[in-house]
């Protein structure tokens, strides 16, 4: 793997070291040929936003903007094409961003990164077109694992919140088959959705791959459902994932 580089963005204020810290580019060595994903970190806590550039960095061949300025993110959002934009939240009023974001980056993916896990905050997001939900006690793994369903299209939720969140969701439902399941199973029927395997599944829980797998016999039964197939359109029938 070529090296980081590091460096400023050309529109960025050099004045002061405050500055340098709001807004950085990562890229990797000039001479590869495979195309730099665009991600845009909206994030107030510079070490925080610093942090998940490294995290993206290691993993993608990326180009990363760090900005703590909501309305810079507008501007940049505006102007450029972007494949990820993470948004940090750390007070619920941020839930409307989601929404301002959306006309003008209607094809940019947003994963809120938040440190809520409030009831009513996290279906709230989802509906206002965030494709994903994650806390920031996530582990790195599944971090990446979520920017990864983002980029291919689909929609990543996790942490304490997302068996409230789901539920929540879901509660003007007809069908309410899923309400007999277990928080576990829950949790698990969700990962599964989302496109999680049981290895994964059981690394992310702190459960043992056979735990994972009786779980999802369980689910199977209370569901009554067969296949995975069939887990899915049940998830999505009753707006547990879009």
């Avoid at 903007?65 to 494949?83: M, N, S």
């Avoid at 990962?191 to 056979?210: H, M, N, P, Y």
């Amino acid at each position: 793997m070529s090296p980081l580089k590091f460096r400023s963005l050309p529109a960025l204020d050099r004045s002061s070291d405050a500055a340098k810290a709001r807004s950085l580019a990562v890229v990797r060595d000039e001479e590869t040929n495979d195309k730099a994903l665009r991600f845009l970190i909206i994030e107030d806590l510079p070490i925080f936003g610093l942090g998940l550039a490294g995290v993206i960095s290691s993993n993608f061949n990326a180009h990363i903007q760090v900005v703590p300025d909501v309305r810079k993110g507008l501007d940049i959002c505006a102007t450029e094409e972007l494949d990820l934009l993470l948004l940090g939240v750390s007070v619920p009023e941020r839930r409307e961003l989601v929404a301002e974001f959306d006309r003008f980056c209607s094809k940019c993916p947003i994963l809120i990164v938040s440190s809520l896990a409030e009831e009513d905050f996290v279906p709230r997001v989802l509906k206002a077109r965030a494709a994903g939900y994650i806390m920031k006690s996530t582990s790195t793994d599944e971090f990446v694992r979520a920017v990864e369903c983002l980029l291919k299209g689909g929609r990543y939720v996790s942490g304490p919140s997302l068996a409230r969140s789901a539920r929540s969701m879901t509660t003007s439902s007809g069908e309410k088959l899923h309400a007999s399941l277990s928080v576990r199973e829950l949790d698990v029927f969700m990962r599964i959705a989302g496109g999680s395997t049981a290895k994964e599944i059981a690394g992310d829980l702190s459960l043992s791959v056979k735990t994972v797998s009786t779980h999802h016999t369980h689910i199977f039964s209370k569901l009554h459902i067969r296949t995975d197939a069939q887990l899915g359109e049940y998830a999505l029938r009753n707006r547990l994932i879009f």
